[in-house]
T-cell receptor
Framework: SQKIEQNSEALNIQEGKTATLTCNYT??????LQWYRQDPGRGPVFLLL?????KEKRKERLKVTFDTTLKQSLFHITASQPADSATYLC????????????FGRGTSLIVHP | DGGITQSPKYLFRKEGQNVTLSCEQN?????MYWYRQDPGQGLRLIYY???????QKGDIAEGYSVSREKKESFPLTVTSAQKNPTAFYLC????????????FGEGSRLTVL
């Protein structure tokens, strides 16, 4: 069966450290993968997109990698701040050619001052 | 400001009643979506629409209905046939192009009493 797996346990880190979140998938062949941020009681906000032919993408303190062999994406936040505390969702296209993202459950990140 | 507006933010309903959630966007986006989010769960697709007067069922359409009479509007009706309607409902829109990011509203929290 198709699965998108994100760590269900919250990730607790100290301010200033790099946070690394993982998104693994099985039985998908996504052409792209997206990352969103969601604060409690709010709608998700798009952060980054990475295509299957891209190894790495950066935006300010954010970095995303995409390994289609390992079927995994890593999402990094460098120099993390308490304001980065939120749930981070990964999403990928359900089947090659679909424009509709399918979402993982998300991982909660807590950055301690 | 361009964006997506969902209303109401909180809604209480008695069992057996239908309820309609509003979603309006002024982003001139072609595609609109409804997702449902339960605690600890990812977003699950209910319905989506690529153009006016056309829409398709998502993964969990049973007990829900939608309409798309205008480009800006995509209301969702939660019918009495929906067995477990208490949830957080999210409306989103996109350009409809491949890899297009989703823009989400702030969500509507429905509680069935």
């Amino acid at each position: 069966s198709q699965k998108i797996e994100q760590n269900s346990e919250a990730l607790n880190i100290q301010e200033g450290k790099t946070a690394t979140l993982t998104c693994n998938y099985t039985n998908y062949s996504p052409a792209y993968l997206q990352w969103y941020r969601q604060d409690p009681g709010r709608g998700p906000v798009f952060l980054l997109l990475i295509r299957e032919n891209e190894k790495e993408k950066r935006k300010e303190r954010l970095k995303v990698t995409f390994d289609t062999t390992l079927k995994q994406s890593l999402f990094h936040i460098t120099a993390s701040q308490p304001a980065d505390s939120a749930t981070y969702l990964c999403a990928l296209d359900k089947s090659g050619g679909s424009y509709i993202p399918t979402f993982g459950r998300g991982t909660s990140l807590i950055v301690h001052p | 400001d361009g964006g997506i507006t969902q209303s109401p933010k909180y809604l209480f309903r008695k069992e057996g009643q239908n309820v309609t959630l509003s979603c309006e966007q002024n982003l001139n986006h072609d595609a609109m979506y409804w997702y449902r989010q339960d605690p600890g769960q990812g977003l699950r697709l209910i319905y989506y629409s690529q153009i006016v007067n056309d829409f398709q069922k998502g993964d969990i359409a049973e007990g829900y209905s939608v309409s798309r009479e205008k480009k800006e509007s995509f209301p969702l009706t939660v019918t009495s046939a929906q067995k477990n309607p208490t949830a957080f409902y999210l409306c989103a829109s996109s350009t409809g192009q491949y890899t297009g990011e989703l823009f989400f509203g702030e969500g509507s929290r429905l509680t069935v009493l």
